[in-house]
Every structure is written in C-alpha cells, then in structure tokens.
C-alpha cells in the first residue's frame, strides 16, 4: 500500500470518509457527528492520509493537533481521525500501516501524544489499538458519555 497526504476535501478522502459514515450507520445506528474542521487537517497542526492499491484508494486516517483542555488533551497531543479501511482490503495489515504512519508524522510534526475515540461496535479496532500500545484514557469528545464509547491514548515520544 502507498500512503499519500492528500487535502481533507480530495475527492478519495471524500470518497473514503463517506464510506466509513455508512460503517458508523451500520454498526452504531447513526453517522459520526463529532465537528470536523477542514483546515484543522492541513499541514502543520494536521494531515490526511490516504494508501492506496495499484492508484485505488482502500484506507484512510487522519490527525489534527490538540493542546488542550485538560484532562483530554494535553500540549502536543494529535487526535487521530477516520482510520478506515475498505471491506475488500481488510485483514492485510493496511489498517496498521496506516496507524504507524500518522503516529510518524505526528511525531516528525512535533507532537507528542496520540489520542482518540471509538467505540464496542469496532472490536477490531479496539484490538488494534491495543496491540499497538494504546491504553484506555478518559472520555472526551461529543460521545464521551455513552456507553459504548472507548477511548485510548499513546505517549509518541
């Protein structure tokens, strides 16, 4: 898999973010409806990623700059986004690729922490998560009250 930076409102990260709504629509029964600035994802306090089979787009992942408030975010933590990828790619690594490839930018863009949410409908995301060194942390963001919402942080440096 090839990972390119490409801007928020490319036409594969486009493409690719409304894939993954219809898996949030599908697993929790509504879209993702956590506010999503464009510019919070250009360089330098943020980056979108997508990889990419023989010039098809198949994963997705993002990260934005976060330096507060506490006890959430702290300065130099980076809140990663819509790691996705497509059905047909699944179970090839693609997803951890993509993982360590925005904790290597965050990190060559100065950042320090790794921080994010998602939830019990997304097993394997958990677990990817967690094999990865990930550790669950507070709550934060529009869903950090519901039941089902997992969230999980990472010291980069």
């Known amino acids: 898999m090839e990972?390119?930076?490409?801007?928020?409102?490319?036409?594969?990260a486009t493409k690719l973010m409304a894939e993954v709504q219809l898996e949030y629509v599908r697993r929790y029964g509504s879209e993702d409806s956590t506010p999503m600035d464009p510019a919070q994802f250009a360089p330098p306090r943020g980056?979108?990623?997508?990889?990419?089979?023989?010039?098809?787009?198949?994963?997705?992942?993002?990260?934005?700059a976060h330096d507060?408030?506490?006890p959430a975010f702290g300065p130099g933590d980076v809140e990663l986004k819509r790691?996705?990828?497509?059905?047909?790619a699944r179970g090839k690594g693609f997803a951890r690729a993509m993982l360590a490839e925005l904790e290597r930018t965050a990190v060559a863009a100065g950042r320090r922490r790794a921080v994010l949410e998602t939830g019990t409908e997304q097993p394997e995301a958990i677990a990817l998560y967690r094999s990865s060194g990930y550790?669950?942390?507070?709550g934060f963001g529009v869903y950090k009250d519901e039941p089902d919402n997992r969230c999980f942080g990472k010291n980069l440096v």
């Open 47 to 64: 980056l979108f990623l997508v990889g990419y089979l023989d010039d098809v787009p198949v994963a997705s992942g993002a990260w934005r």
């Open 3 to 12: 990972i390119r930076a490409v801007a928020y409102d490319h036409p594969d």
């Open 68 to 70: 507060g408030p506490a």
């Open 135 to 138: 550790t669950e942390i507070p």
């Open 83 to 88: 790691m996705y990828v497509v059905e047909s």
